[in-house]
């Protein structure tokens, strides 16, 4: 069945370092992925889409890369800051357009 | 207030009650979607609706769980004789499936709490 699996471990890093959170998606193709910030007791954000002939995609100090070849998406905030202490998820529509797969989340400290 | 909506915040019942909640999705947006989440878990797909017609329900979803959406509008999702697995945030969104622009739109959640 199709799955996307993300790293459970938290991440733990310091304020301006760059963070990579990594997705990894098995038994299918997806035609985009999404990544959404949650905070506690909150629901998902959207912060942004990349469609799989797009290599990267950026917003203000976030990044995403998809590769097609290892199936796998990395998301990247740069300078990163205590106000970035969340769980990001990722997800992706399943085959048929139906629904959106989430992944369990990472979540991340920034240390100041 | 444009965004989706989600009532009650909250809701502590005892177990073998039943208890309903109610998304009001943006009001543009033809597609609806709940989920279910727990503690250190990503969002689980229970049920979603493509304007009134429920198109696919998960096999998460039990005969205790019924969710409608009347006239494509709002939602409501109802639990009967709930029991302590139950407890959890359930959430609801809703897209407006335009092509591949199908970001979806989270409330803020229904904390459920069976004891």
């Known amino acids: 069945s199709q799955k996307i699996e993300q790293n459970s471990e938290a991440l733990n890093i310091q304020e301006g370092k760059t963070a990579t959170l990594t997705c990894n998606y098995t038994?299918?193709?997806?035609?985009?992925l999404q990544w959404y910030r949650q905070d506690p007791g909150r629901g998902p954000v959207f912060l942004l889409l990349?469609?799989?002939?797009?290599k990267e995609k950026r917003k203000e100090r976030l990044k995403v890369t998809f590769d097609t070849t290892l199936k796998q998406s990395l998301f990247h905030i740069t300078a990163s800051q205590p106000a970035d202490s969340a769980t990001y998820l990722c997800?992706?529509?399943?085959?048929?357009?139906?629904?959106?797969?989430f992944g369990t989340g990472t979540r991340l400290l920034v240390s100041p | 207030d444009t965004g989706v909506s989600q009532n009650p915040r909250h809701k502590i019942t005892k177990r073998g009650q039943n208890v309903t909640f109610r998304c009001d999705p943006i009001?543009?947006?033809?597609?609806l979607y709940w989920y279910r989440q727990t503690l250190g878990q990503g969002p689980e797909f229970l049920t979603y609706f493509q304007n009134e017609a429920q198109l696919e329900k998960s096999r998460l979803l039990s005969d205790r769980f019924s969710a409608e959406r009347p006239k494509g509008s709002f939602s409501t999702l109802e639990i009967q004789r709930t029991e302590q697995g139950d407890s959890a945030m359930y959430l609801c969104a809703s897209s407006s499936h335009q092509g591949l622009n199908t970001e979806a739109f989270f409330g803020q959640g229904t904390r459920l709490t069976v004891v």
């Open positions: 997800a992706s529509m399943n085959t048929g357009f139906q629904k959106l797969v």
């Open positions: 990349i469609r799989e002939n797009e």
């Open positions: 009001s543009e947006h033809n597609r």
């Open positions: 038994n299918y193709s997806p035609a985009y």
